[in-house]
């Protein structure tokens, strides 16, 4: 399948708490302990993000200086390691000088006392979750709560590790989200009100920018693309697509030679757009009028689109600014991110149609995707080749951003299942996807929270993990269950 260009990165600092009166009183246990930050910080990095390890924070003077360099060395997360007891005069500091969100870390290297040979070193070295209970409070009388607390034991505790993970999933995120540039070119598509949203309360809730495209650069791009690349693109979709012959829906035809090469076309223009204004995403919708150069290459982006999703550059249409930034995320967890939205129920088998026309996150497909030709792209202008597959088979993750009255953000976060079973062969993606307790209370529930018509879909159950990345963002957010 085609391989990510854009790296998941995350950079997260790691510093060990310490009660440094300890030290003089017990003989090897900084050594000691000092073993046990090391393996901290590898449990860590086994996750595949970028830790700053700032040692031992042993005392007030240390924190602050701890705080100044976290505060300037773009860090995404804080983990604090609660290695022993601690007074929170060593973590007060780092709370007030920095911005990152904090996660502490009480992970006691043995999973219980050696009753027979117990001694005070022993529980200093295992009294990682004394001070946490002065810490979270503290953090709360200064405004800035810690995000979370990861009880356990360093070794071998696998619900432990996975909660560093996720939390390491979600410093991907943060880091992305940041700086990100998420195009906009064109308009809404006549008129979905759901769909228009504000770029600066955009970039005030997420951290990133929205430049503003107009089409004539698309179509800048579209013109300097050369033959040689048309020809490559249009040797990558063969190589990733199927293009069978057409079933039982007149408006589709088996991919010509002409869709092929406009497909092609538009993919490698997207390749020079992204590349040109260094896009992180784009969201987009153009008609333009019969016969133009313009039409011509809105109407070419299916294809390239679905291939850039699968490479980590979101790409969404009807210029859906808010579920772009939702692909966004579901890609920096690594679990895809297509473009949906809700199709017809099959109410006899308990399921609904989830998916749309136009770019999909190809990574999660079940198998190979289609390449379909079509007439006509329903309720749009144009026609052409259009991708159709069925997302991977198991637990399924929607995220669909919106707004109330006040302008505010709200995440909708729903999980499902997609199935085994046919779907119907438009050229447009779909899965079946079943929810609890049954689809049809599940999608009512869903619909009264107000969500826009469109979300992003992932792979897996990853609804608290979005829930915690609402919570870091001061973003409000409900699960539908």
Not at 29 to 45: I, K, T
């Amino acid at each position: 399948m085609i391989e990510r260009k854009k790296p998941l990165e995350g950079r997260i600092a790691f510093f060990s708490v310490v009660h440094a009166t300890y030290f003089a009183q017990f003989e090897g246990l900084e050594e000691s302990l000092g073993r046990y930050h090391r393996d901290a910080v590898a449990l860590v990095e086994r996750q595949g993000v970028t830790v700053v390890d700032y040692g031992f924070v042993a005392d007030n003077a240390t924190a602050f200086a701890v705080a100044d360099r976290i505060a300037g060395d773009g860090i995404d997360l804080i983990f604090c390691n609660m290695i022993t007891y601690a007074t929170s005069s060593v973590f007060a500091p780092i709370v007030q000088g920095t911005t990152a969100p904090i996660v502490l870390l009480a992970l006691q290297p043995r999973m219980g006392l050696d009753y027979t040979k117990a001694s005070t070193f022993m529980q200093l070295e295992n009294d990682n979750i004394c001070s946490v209970p002065e810490f979270t409070g503290v953090a709360i009388r200064l405004g800035r709560p810690v995000k979370d607390a990861v009880i356990g034991c360093l070794y071998d505790d696998p619900a432990a590790e996975k909660e560093v993970a996720e939390w390491c999933a979600i410093a991907r995120v943060l880091h992305d989200l940041k700086g990100a540039r998420i195009g906009l070119m064109g308009h809404v598509l006549e008129s979905m009100y759901d769909m228009h949203a504000d770029p600066t309360a955009v970039s005030a809730a997420f951290g990133l920018h929205v430049p503003l495209l107009e089409i004539d650069d698309a179509v800048k791009a579209y013109n300097e693309v050369t033959p040689t690349e048309i020809e490559a693109k249009k040797a990558l979709i063969l190589q990733e697509f199927e293009t069978p012959d057409p079933q039982s829906d007149p408006v589709t035809r088996k991919l010509t030679e002409e869709d092929l090469t406009h497909a092609a076309h538009g993919a490698a223009a997207l390749d020079r757009l992204v590349e040109r204004f260094g896009l992180t995403g784009l969201a987009y919708y153009y008609e333009g009028q019969p016969d133009t150069i313009q039409r011509e290459v809105a109407t070419s982006f299916i294809v390239g689109n679905s291939i850039l999703n699968a490479q980590g550059t979101p790409m969404c249409g009807e210029f859906d600014l808010k579920t772009c930034v939702a692909m966004l995320i579901l890609d920096r967890l690594n679990i895809g991110g297509s473009f949906a939205e809700f199709h017809p129920f099959d109410f006899t088998e308990d399921f609904i149609l989830v998916g749309h026309d136009g770019p999909h996150h190809i990574a999660i497909a079940e198998g190979k995707p289609i390449l379909r030709s079509l007439l006509k792209f329903h309720g749009k202008p144009g026609a052409g080749a259009s991708v159709e597959f069925k997302i991977k088979e198991g637990p399924i993750t929607m995220l669909g951003i919106t707004q109330n009255a006040h302008g505010g953000f709200k995440f909708v976060i729903g999980e499902g299942e997609s199935k085994k079973g046919p779907i119907p062969p438009t050229g447009n993606t779909n899965t079946r996807g079943f929810f609890a307790p049954t689809t049809r209370e599940f999608i009512k529930k869903w619909v009264m929270e107000g969500p826009t018509h469109h979300y992003a879909l992932g792979v897996g159950h990853h609804a608290d993990t979005i829930k915690k990345i609402a919570d870091v963002l001061g973003i409000e957010a409900v699960r539908v269950t």
